[in-house]
Nanobody, 121 residues
Framework: VQLQASGGGLVQAGGSLRLSCAAS????????LGWFRQAPGKEREFVTI????????DYADSVKGRFIVSKDNAKNLVYLQMNSLKPEDTAVYYC???????????????WGQGTLVTVSS
């Protein structure tokens, strides 16, 4: 199982960015997927999770109302639309496949290299 996030970059505070995640080695339409992030000097933290059919989601309080996760089972892609970005959103963002519905990173597999998002003030 391997997932690779892309789409990161430099954006000003208040701006938007959309990340993509491509998956291989798993049955995508049957997979629960999640996004995590790791800021410099901090531990990796949960951002959001999306169900197999994309209808159920959950978000960390810090991004609720600003970030939107979606899943395209036809293209084997999961997206993270990030709006109203803040400097504290600066981090490397990762996607991974969940073995169960959880916000704990130990419940995930298929970690790729991540993509860096930098939000300037």
């Amino acid at each position: 199982v391997q997932l690779q996030a892309s789409g990161g970059g430099l954006v000003q505070a208040g701006g938007s960015l959309r990340l993509s995640c491509a998956a291989s080695g798993l049955h995508f339409s049957r997979s629960v997927l999640g996004w995590f992030r790791q800021a410099p000097g901090k531990e990796r933290e949960f951002v959001t999770i999306i169900s197999e059919n994309g209808k159920d989601t959950d978000y960390a309080d810090s991004v609720k109302g600003r970030f939107i996760v979606s899943k395209d089972n036809a293209k084997n892609l999961v997206y993270l639309q990030m709006n109203s970005l803040k400097p504290e959103d600066t981090a490397v963002y990762y996607c991974a496949a969940a073995v169960r519905w959880s916000s704990n990173e130990n419940a995930y597999t298929g970690w790729g290299q991540g993509t860096l998002v930098t939000v300037s003030s």
